[in-house]
């Protein structure tokens, strides 16, 4: 018997591996051994001898994939904007709905009120719909606080979270979000609050794994995010952005100066901001789920982040305004069908491209000896169909750090 596997803590004989490595990574039916919550063997099947000890589980060829990555969420906030997506749909323009107080503000209004046990009642059902559909590592944003106490109470939420299911949850400080009320007419007061009294803080407590800003007309100019960039940095965080959304402002451009680990949307990126993230090595991040809810027209470039190489990742957005669809794989399919990756390029991107946005491709998001154990198996043969199908229950398995979760998740 091979040394390694008796080393294991875990076994799990006839897997069916889809590494993420090169491609779909598919290889023959293997063993796959854990050991103090890491991939400590995966060797095929064809070079062991059996018989093997009663308690290591035989798999059957199912097919196992690393555990998903949904590496872009709001998924902590109150209130419902169920009534503004009707207002919508009778013809009120989003602007209007904004005016009266509706629209993002109105989130914010609704989580500031919020007790953090509140927030985390909210979001608890959120986060284990994704995690029953194979995701074990969530990144959460803050972002409908806007004051640094609820900022920091959003950010506590999310590592509760994180501490209270089996997930590993990266949390990102999202101040730069939306201009708050009380600083309406004077974003830069705001970006000074985010400076000098949020980021400090948020390092000092390690509340946060990394800064966004949204970097848009709506949101906050070049100048801006370049402050809360240099600031993050000066402070040890990496950074990401939410830019070219809704219009091409040269945030990835921006973004890929202070290497930022990811920038997200894109739909109006250009020429420019693609060769900038290709240099810096930065990932793109899709949206589908925003996309289709606002009902948009402009595509990502994908073909022309393909020929650059930019490794490209897929999230599911979760927010009550533009993303209320709490499903990755769906968000997978969608950018399938809306934005024509291939479900293989939609594997990967809630795979390996997803932990790599988060800055943790170096043990996360791949099959392969030395990873966390974070992995999936599943009640069907072959990775495209985490693309094509969408509500079917398929997982077989859930293990995180080593252990098998899907039973607690029921
Ligand atoms: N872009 C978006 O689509 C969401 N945030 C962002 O920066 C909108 C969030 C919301 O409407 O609540
Ligand atoms: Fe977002």
């Not at 009320?181 to 509340?207: F, K, M, N, S």
Request: net charge negative.
């Amino acid at each position: 018997m091979n040394k390694e596997l008796l080393a294991c803590d875990q076994v799990w004989l006839n897997v069916q591996p889809a590494t993420a490595q090169c491609g779909y990574g598919l290889l023959p039916l293997h063993a796959l051994g854990v050991k103090g919550g890491r991939i400590h063997a995966l060797i095929p099947m064809a070079q062991l001898t059996g018989p093997f000890p009663s308690d290591w589980r035989d798999m059957g060829g199912r097919l196992t994939t690393p555990g998903l990555v949904d590496c872009h969420t709001h998924l902590i906030y109150a209130g419902s904007r169920a009534t503004e997506f009707e207002q919508r749909l009778h013809g009120v323009p989003y602007s209007e709905i904004a005016r009266q107080g509706g629209g993002i503000l109105s989130t914010v209004k609704a989580t500031r009120e919020a007790s953090e046990d509140e927030l985390f009642a909210l979001a608890l059902p959120r986060l284990r719909a994704l995690l029953r559909e194979g995701v074990t590592t969530v990144e959460i944003k803050s972002g409908y606080g806007l004051t640094c106490a609820s900022e920091l109470k959003m950010l506590r939420v999310a590592r509760r979270l994180g501490k209270a299911l089996p997930v590993r949850v990266r949390t990102t400080l999202l101040a730069a979000h939306a201009v708050p009320p009380e600083y309406t007419g004077d974003a830069d007061g705001w970006v000074e609050v985010i400076c000098r009294d949020l980021i400090p803080q948020v390092a000092a407590e390690q509340l946060a794994d990394a800064v966004d800003v949204f970097c848009e007309g709506i949101a906050f100019n070049l100048a801006q995010c370049e402050r809360i960039f240099a600031a993050a940095r000066a402070h040890g965080l990496p950074v990401k952005g939410h830019m070219e959304q809704l219009s091409s402002l040269g945030g990835s451009e921006l973004a890929a100066r202070y290497q930022a680990l990811s920038v997200d949307h894109l739909e109006h990126l250009d020429a420019a901001g693609i060769a900038a993230l290709a240099q810096a090595g930065t990932v793109a991040v899709l949206l589908p789920g925003a996309f289709y809810f606002l009902r948009e027209t402009v595509l990502p470039p994908v073909q022309a982040l393909r020929d650059a190489g930019v490794a490209i990742a897929v999230a599911s957005d979760i927010n009550p305004g533009t993303s209320p669809l709490v499903s990755l794989r769906l968000a997978m399919n969608m950018a399938c069908t809306l934005f024509r990756l291939t479900p293989q390029e939609a594997f990967l991107g809630v795979t390996r491209h997803g932990a790599q946005a988060l800055g943790l491709g170096e043990t996360c998001g791949q099959l392969a000896v030395g990873m966390v154990a974070d992995f999936l198996i599943w009640e069907c043969h072959h990775p495209a169909e985490l693309a094509y199908q969408v509500g079917v229950d398929q997982l077989v398995a859930r293990v995180v750090d080593g252990r098998d979760t899907l039973g607690g998740l029921a």
